[in-house]
T-cell receptor
Framework: GAGVSQSPRYKVAKRGQDVALRCDPI?????LFWYQQALGQGPEFLTY????????KSGLPSDRFFAERPEGSVSTLKIQRTQQEDSAVYLC?????????????FGPGTRLTVL | AQRVTQPEKLLSVFKGAPVELKCNYS??????LFWYVQYSRQRLQLLLR??SRESIKGFTADLNKGETSFHLKKPFAQEEDSAMYYC?????????????FGKGITLSVRP
């Protein structure tokens, strides 16, 4: 079966533009995570969904970042008024259940460059 | 707070040499530890997790709670092991299963 997919794979935005990044998790996976990976760093947690419920958004760096998963499958991460410091790879991961024993499967990421 | 430290950024070895990638962690509760690997042009994927206590691609890692370490080891490196390796932690229990990653280390295995 298909793994986690993300689109677009690359996005270039001018400072101040809004962007939307899409994640298609593995079919049937309950949990969905977004991570941000800056150059030379490890992934850092942004937010977590269990089905359509956003249970943890403690990692979102500012109120310009917003994520949703309205039907419990596809998720969108939106960044408003992008800034240069938002340039990073945005990773999506999904896992079968909400329990902490499940493996998280990662997508290929979206590389965002803000000029 | 939970933290993962990978003290080295790069390890370069010759094929057949032993490899040890260091990982130390800080967490007040009971953690679950992982090693993730990212090969060139591929996505991040799970290599191994401490609760499985298995060897994957010849790699092993033992959780040392006294030293709060989870070093990744392989006795004889292969060229195909060249990749970026990340150590990660998450709470063993509870609904919040977010991963905390280290900064990663590049392993380069020369022929």
């Amino acid at each position: 079966g298909a793994g986690v997919s993300q689109s677009p794979r690359y996005k270039v935005a001018k400072r101040g533009q809004d962007v939307a990044l899409r994640c298609d998790p593995i079919s049937g996976h309950v949990s969905l995570f977004w991570y941000q990976q800056a150059l030379g760093q490890g992934p850092e947690f942004l937010t977590y969904f269990q089905n359509e419920a956003q249970l943890d958004k403690s990692g979102l760096p500012s109120d310009r970042f917003f994520a949703e998963r309205p039907e419990g499958s596809v998720s969108t991460l939106k960044i408003q008024r992008t800034q240069q410091e938002d340039s990073a790879v945005y990773l999506c991961a999904s896992s079968t259940h909400s329990g902490s024993t499940d493996t998280q499967y990662f997508g290929p990421g979206t590389r965002l460059t803000v000029l | 707070a939970q933290r993962v430290t990978q003290p080295e950024k790069l390890l370069s070895v010759f094929k057949g040499a032993p490899v040890e990638l260091k990982c130390n962690y800080s967490y007040s509760g009971s953690p679950e530890l992982f090693w993730y690997v990212q090969y060139s042009r591929q996505r991040l994927q799970l290599l191994l997790r401490h609760i499985s206590r298995e060897s994957i691609k010849g790699f092993t890692a033992d959780l040392n709670k006294g030293e709060t370490s989870f070093h990744l080891k392989k006795p004889f490196a292969q060229e195909e092991d060249s990749a970026m390796y990340y150590c990660a932690l998450r709470p063993k229990t509870g609904a919040n299963s977010k991963l905390t990653f280290g900064k990663g280390i590049t392993l380069s295995v020369r022929p």
